[in-house]
């Protein structure tokens, strides 16, 4: 049932996805017309309401964590852009040490944070306002995940710079996924965006590596570019 709370400002329901054998459950607002119809009463036009549903990109990203836990196991990651945090929340139920969901819209957070502590994973899994084009980053992370970042085509710029701040530097550590990103998108949404991004990220001496993914959200399959970044580890003598 629904249940409206005034910190949230818009009716909340619970809900739970099936990631990868695990049942995840998660707060979400009840109608996104509602979220929006708040933003527009607030006078907040600038706000993006679409944090306030599960997006495939988020499924495929939880999937890959919880089937290979050893890519977040131990680890500080970080959730850019977290909306809902689903894939945050599979990471702390994956075993990082530390996760935090970082978002602007302070709403999204909160439903987060109440999700986060539904999955029993509130000590590990952290949240923290998070504006791109305005707050710098206080201390990298091992690991970056960032699910529909990047379909904004302003975005993009932000979102490839931001990665190199927010990742460690790289490391001679062989355990998998020791300083990288994990980045997800649909593959039909914004293909330039796709390219562009991947384009400036090599551009900024990343190995990237590109793979398609899919996942099926309320009975449609969807198809989602699944992206690598990982930092180049000049360490190990010149390539």
Same mark, same amino acid.
């Given at each position: 049932?629904?249940?409206?709370?005034e910190?949230l400002?818009?009716?909340?329901?619970?809900?739970?996805?099936?990631?990868a054998?695990?049942i995840?459950?998660y707060?979400?607002?009840?109608?996104?017309?509602?979220?929006?119809?708040?933003y527009?009463?607030?006078?907040?036009?600038?706000?993006?309401?679409?944090?306030?549903?599960?997006?495939?990109?988020?499924?495929?990203?939880?999937?890959e964590?919880?089937?290979?836990?050893g890519?977040?196991?131990?680890?500080?990651?970080?959730?850019? %852009?977290? %909306?809902? %945090?689903?894939?945050?929340?599979?990471?702390?139920?994956?075993?990082?040490?530390?996760?935090?969901l970082?978002d602007r819209?302070?709403?999204?957070?909160?439903?987060?944070?109440?999700s986060?502590?539904l999955?029993?994973?509130?000590?590990?899994v952290?949240?923290?306002?998070? $504006?791109?084009?305005? $707050?710098?980053? /206080?201390?990298?992370?091992?690991?970056?995940?960032?699910t529909?970042?990047?379909?904004e085509?302003? &975005?993009?710029p932000?979102?490839?710079?931001?990665?190199?701040?927010?990742?460690?530097?790289?490391?001679?550590? /062989?355990a998998?996924?020791? &300083?990288c990103?994990?980045?997800t $998108?649909?593959?039909?949404?914004?293909?330039?965006?796709q390219?562009?991004?991947?384009?400036?990220?090599? /551009?900024?001496?990343?190995?990237?590596?590109t793979r398609?993914?899919?996942?099926v959200?309320?009975?449609?399959?969807?198809?989602?570019?699944?992206?690598?970044?990982?930092?180049h580890?000049?360490?190990?003598?010149?390539?």
């Open positions: 049932g629904g249940f409206a709370d910190a400002a818009v009716e909340v329901e619970q809900a739970s996805v099936e990631v054998g695990e995840i459950q707060i979400r607002p009840k109608s996104l017309d509602a979220v929006l119809d708040y527009i009463d607030a006078g907040q036009l600038d706000r993006d309401p679409y944090w306030a549903r599960l997006w495939s990109s988020a499924m495929v990203t939880a999937r964590l919880l089937e290979d836990p890519l977040v196991k131990g680890k500080r990651v970080c959730d850019l %852009g977290a %909306g809902l %945090g689903l894939a945050g929340i599979a990471a702390g139920m994956a075993g990082a040490e530390e996760v935090v970082l819209e302070e709403m999204a957070l909160r439903f987060a944070a109440m986060a502590h999955n029993g994973v509130q000590e590990r952290k949240v923290q306002a998070f $504006d791109w084009q305005k $707050d710098a980053v /206080e201390e990298p992370f091992d690991v970056v995940l960032a529909d970042v990047i379909y085509s302003a &975005s993009v932000f979102v490839a710079e931001l990665l190199g701040s927010l990742l460690k530097g790289p490391s001679t550590n /062989e998998p996924c020791s &300083s990103a994990l980045v $998108d649909p593959q039909h949404r914004t293909p330039a965006n390219r562009r991004f991947i384009a400036l990220m090599e /551009e900024r001496g990343m190995q990237v590596e398609l993914s899919s996942a959200l309320e009975g449609v399959e969807e198809h989602v570019t699944f992206i690598t970044i990982t930092q580890n000049h360490l190990a003598g010149p390539a």
